[in-house]
């Protein structure tokens, strides 16, 4: 079957000469302002831990509903612990995704004051592995999406440690996404209406089922197929905004299986990379031109994520 997106591999940024890393720049810089989403091996996430969490996260989903509604914080606007089936929905929908997912942030150990903006981690006691490997996983993720930060920096000729300050002790997101067993006819709604990502970029670690699809410029919709060890990054609006619509961030969409499939749950494990909730995100000068004419007001990128948990149903 032929790829949808293309596909890069990050050992050849960290460990490449010159010449390869000058390659792997103009790859993902080309890939993520053409498509929005890449294929990434050699991503340097490991795989034993990417296998812990997902056996764990199906532990916890399995747990009682009202077991996990314990771990449900009411004002946190979903950013920590459960977020309990049917409350989220695509900014354009008003129905409801059918997913149940829980969310593991930033956990500041230097002292940095930007701790008191994040609530604490919420650990589960019936699945204690669960929480503790996400912390672990959470970091891998970290570490390889800021190397790809690095080389987009390059791309755009910015210096290659222009998101680094930015993105230290931010407020990113990794989250366990459970879409049960589909048991009758949907309400128009699929397991996740079409949307884009409000972050820099995220990293997705291969589903446990099927149902990933880009809408490509031509407006048809692609399935994407990850091979093994393989992670699909695409750009978020947050990198979108900021380059001015240079860099793509693509409408995706998660579908429901063929009928005879509908026993099957999947569960997913997205990282969302954000920034401190200071960065400005105004369009970078060298993005706007005759092509590109300017096309967002200055916002933070704090503000910019609050605007959107609103729309999305998250955050009253």
Same mark, same amino acid.
């Given at each position: 079957?032929?790829?949808?997106? !293309? ?5 050849? +940024? ?9 390659? @792997? ?6 890939? @993520?302002? %053409?498509?929005? @989403?890449?294929?990434?091996?050699? #991503? ?28 449900? /914080? ?7 612990? +459960? ?11 008003? /129905? ?9 942030? %930033?956990?500041? /150990? ?11 981690n919420v650990y589960v006691e019936e699945t204690p592995v669960f929480t503790s490997t996400g912390d672990q996983? +959470? ?10 930060? %690095? ?29 049960? !067993? ?12 079409? #949307? ?21 410029? %031509? ?7 990850p091979e093994e060890n393989e992670i699909v990054v695409n750009v978020g609006d947050m990198l979108q905004r ?15 299986? $063929? ?33 590109? $004419? ?23």
């Amino acid at each position: 079957m032929s790829r949808t997106i !293309p596909l890069v591999d990050l050992d050849q +940024y960290k460990n490449g000469n010159d010449a390869e890393r000058s390659a @792997f720049i103009n790859q993902l810089g080309d890939a @993520f302002s %053409q498509v929005g @989403f890449v294929g990434m091996v050699n #991503h340097g996430v490991p795989a034993e831990l990417v296998d812990t969490f997902y056996s764990e996260a199906k532990r916890f989903f399995a747990l009682p509903v009202d077991t996990k509604r314990k771990y449900e /914080v009411p004002g946190l606007a979903g950013q920590r612990g +459960y977020t309990s089936f049917g409350k989220e929905h695509a900014k354009q929908s008003k /129905v409801a995704d059918l997913k149940e997912f829980y969310q593991i942030g %930033q956990v500041v /150990v230097d002292g940095d004051p930007i701790k008191n903006e994040y609530p604490d981690n919420v650990y589960v006691e019936e699945t204690p592995v669960f929480t503790s490997t996400g912390d672990q996983l +959470y970091r891998a993720f970290e570490t390889s999406g800021s190397w790809l930060l %690095q080389a987009i920096a390059e791309y755009l000729n910015l210096g290659k440690d222009y998101f680094k300050e930015k993105i230290q002790n931010g407020n990113s997101i990794l989250r366990a996404i459970h879409y049960p !067993p589909i048991s009758e006819e949907p309400k128009s709604a699929i397991r996740a209406e079409q #949307h884009e990502d409000i972050n820099l970029i995220t990293l997705l670690v291969g589903a446990s089922a099927g149902g990933l699809e880009l809408l490509n410029k %031509q407006g048809e919709w692609l399935a994407i197929m990850p091979e093994e060890n393989e992670i699909v990054v695409n750009v978020g609006d947050m990198l979108q905004r900021l380059t001015n619509n240079v860099l793509k961030s693509t409408t995706h969409r998660v579908v429901n299986p $063929p009928r005879d499939q509908w026993h099957q749950p999947r569960l997913s494990i997205p990282f969302f990379l954000h920034p401190r909730s200071t960065m400005d995100l105004t369009c970078l000068e060298q993005c706007v031109n005759t092509d590109h $004419p300017l096309a967002y007001e200055p916002i933070t990128a704090g503000e910019y994520l609050d605007e959107r948990l609103r729309e999305i149903g998250l955050k009253k």
